[in-house]
């Protein structure tokens, strides 16, 4: 009897061994959740990224911007999830991310190669760039290579464009250029429109940029042949990559893309300081019409109004209805979340606009060391207004490691501009800045101030206005 019992629970394990086989076999072929539905079921979209002017970077009011987040924010809101962004330092650590599955996707300028890589599919181009070579205006401009002479060209090292000059020397035996290890890109731009150097070899993307800045820059010539820029994912799931194609073609039917590329690319953010006429002329026609709110807003503030003043017109030219490439909006450009911080229920009207910027100023001013004298600590917070206080920051410290006094404007003006060289912003805690603007911006504010002060002469925040003939 009991031999029996044993052999009927053997039987019974037996069976139940073959139904867990059975119930393991077909869970083996049970198909496999696509890359968006597990996506989906995650609730986030895991993106890799560079940081710097063509992919991702923080604003001046710390939220996230760059073309590369535009794009993979929106494909994100499409796919219903959260957008989880990372920059990494190198695109072997982008590839890898993508190549481990610890990110879904790589949005970062990326070029599409000419040879396959391994683990990696590349969706479809979204933009085309060609190379430029950059001289500056009023030199004389070289119709090819041949025509450089003796003049000093010098590229990025390790860049693309080394591969398009040594592809020239083929033809051009005597070309020489240098290969530059301790800057990038923007930071030979600059050097060409101030004259250090004669040439450089610049991405269409990258001149865009820099022209923005140096208006002085000029295009020489193309070189043949055009490069394409494609998101990155993993290989193992054709589907993805049909599901990025149908969303750039969508973005690109709808003009969302030309727009994007409009907004990063095509900008001329309008530094240029107005010119005493011009100035003079909005002084008597639109500065009558909120110099009022102005000088309550400074007296809220503890500030001078013609300085909130000054800044006004640096930000809008005093045009209540102004709106930025970028979205700020109004009188002062507030972003939406400085004006949700301030309570603002409408960018533009004037009234809510000068004195939520006003108590935005302040804060700034707020946040720089107190033991900082003035007028430099008023210069600071302009420039923290403009560019962001942690990006001010970082100008700081550089500043200070370089053996330069972090509490003199004139000291650490001259470090601002290196926040948009990626051999000093990876430097930094913030990382790309346009700190070349923030300088612009603040020297326009105190132009601007000065001659409000000529035009009031008196230093009482209540000053009543002038007839100014």
């Given at each position: 009897m009991r031999t029996?019992?044993?052999?009927?629970?053997?039987?019974?394990?037996?069976?139940?061994?073959?139904?867990?086989?059975?119930?393991?076999l077909?869970?083996?072929?049970?198909?496999?959740?696509?890359?968006?539905?597990?996506?989906?079921?995650?609730?986030?979209?895991?993106?890799?990224?560079r940081n710097g002017p063509l992919a991702f970077y923080r604003g001046a009011d710390g939220m996230p911007e760059g073309p590369e987040y535009e794009l993979a924010r929106r494909f994100a809101q499409e796919l219903g999830?959260?957008?989880?962004?990372?920059?990494?330092?190198?695109?072997?650590?982008?590839?890898?991310?993508?190549?481990?599955?610890?990110?879904?996707?790589?949005?970062?300028?990326?070029?599409?190669?000419?040879?396959?890589?391994?683990?990696?599919?590349?969706?479809?181009?979204?933009?085309?760039?060609?190379?430029?070579?950059?001289?500056?205006r009023g030199e004389a401009r070289p119709a090819s290579l041949a025509d450089i002479g003796d003049g000093d060209l010098e590229i990025v090292a390790g860049s693309n464009h080394a591969n398009t000059l040594y592809a020239?020397?083929?033809?051009?035996?005597?070309?020489?250029?240098?290969?530059?290890?301790?800057?990038?890109?923007q930071g030979l731009l600059d050097e060409v429109a101030d004259g250090t150097i004669d040439y450089t070899i610049a991405d269409s993307t990258e001149f865009a940029l820099a022209h923005d800045v140096h208006p002085e820059l000029r295009v020489a010539f193309d070189f043949p042949g055009v490069q394409s820029l494609a998101w990155a994912a993993s290989d193992r799931d054709p589907s993805f990559l049909r599901a990025i194609g149908e969303y750039f073609?969508?973005?690109?039917?709808?003009?969302?893309?030309?727009?994007?590329?409009?907004?990063?690319?095509?900008?001329?953010?309008?530094?240029?300081?107005?010119?005493?006429?011009?100035?003079?002329?909005?002084?008597?026609a639109r500065l009558p019409l909120y110099q009022r709110w102005f000088q309550e807003a400074a007296q809220a503030s503890r500030q001078d109004w013609r300085l909130l003043a000054a800044i006004g017109y640096q930000e809008s030219k005093w045009n209540?209805?102004?709106?930025?490439?970028?979205?700020?909006?109004?009188?002062?450009?507030?972003?939406?979340?400085?004006?949700?911080?301030?309570?603002?229920?409408?960018?533009?009207d004037p009234r809510q606009s000068i004195f939520a910027g006003a108590r935005y100023f302040q804060q700034v001013y707020d946040k720089i060391p107190a033991h900082v004298p003035e007028p430099d600590r008023t210069w600071f917070a302009l420039a923290a207004y403009n560019i962001g206080y942690g990006h001010l920051e970082d100008a700081r410290v550089l500043a200070q490691k370089a053996?330069?006094?972090?509490?003199?404007?004139?000291?650490?003006?001259?470090?601002?501009?290196?926040?948009?060289?990626?051999?000093?912003?990876?430097q930094t805690e913030n990382g790309y800045a346009r700190g070349r603007e923030s300088v612009r911006y603040v020297d326009n504010v105190r132009g601007y101030r000065d001659i409000l002060e000529w035009a009031w002469a008196d230093t009482g925040t209540n000053a009543s206005s002038v007839a100014l003939n």
């Open positions: 029996l019992n044993l052999r009927k629970n053997h039987a019974n394990w037996a069976k139940f061994g073959i139904a867990a086989t059975s119930v393991l077909l869970s083996t072929y049970a198909p496999r959740p696509s890359l968006i539905e597990q996506i989906k079921t995650l609730g986030e979209l895991r993106v890799v990224t999830v959260k957008l989880v962004i990372t920059p990494r330092k190198s695109y072997a650590e982008i590839y890898g991310a993508l190549v481990s599955g610890q990110a879904h996707l790589a949005a970062a300028g990326l070029r599409v190669p000419s040879s396959a890589m391994r683990g990696v599919a590349f969706g479809p181009a979204y933009q085309h760039v060609h190379e430029h070579l950059v001289y500056r020239a020397r083929d033809s051009l035996p005597d070309l020489v250029w240098i290969e530059n290890s301790s800057t990038d890109t073609s969508h973005l690109n039917s709808d003009g969302e893309l030309a727009a994007i590329v409009q907004r990063y690319y095509g900008r001329e953010d309008d530094q240029e300081f107005a010119g005493t006429s011009s100035f003079m002329r909005d002084l008597k209540p209805i102004a709106t930025s490439p970028t979205g700020a909006k109004g009188l002062m450009q507030l972003t939406s979340g400085t004006a949700s911080a301030n309570e603002v229920t409408d960018r533009t053996g330069r006094n972090p509490d003199s404007w004139q000291d650490v003006r001259e470090f601002l501009p290196l926040l948009a060289q990626e051999y000093w912003y990876t």
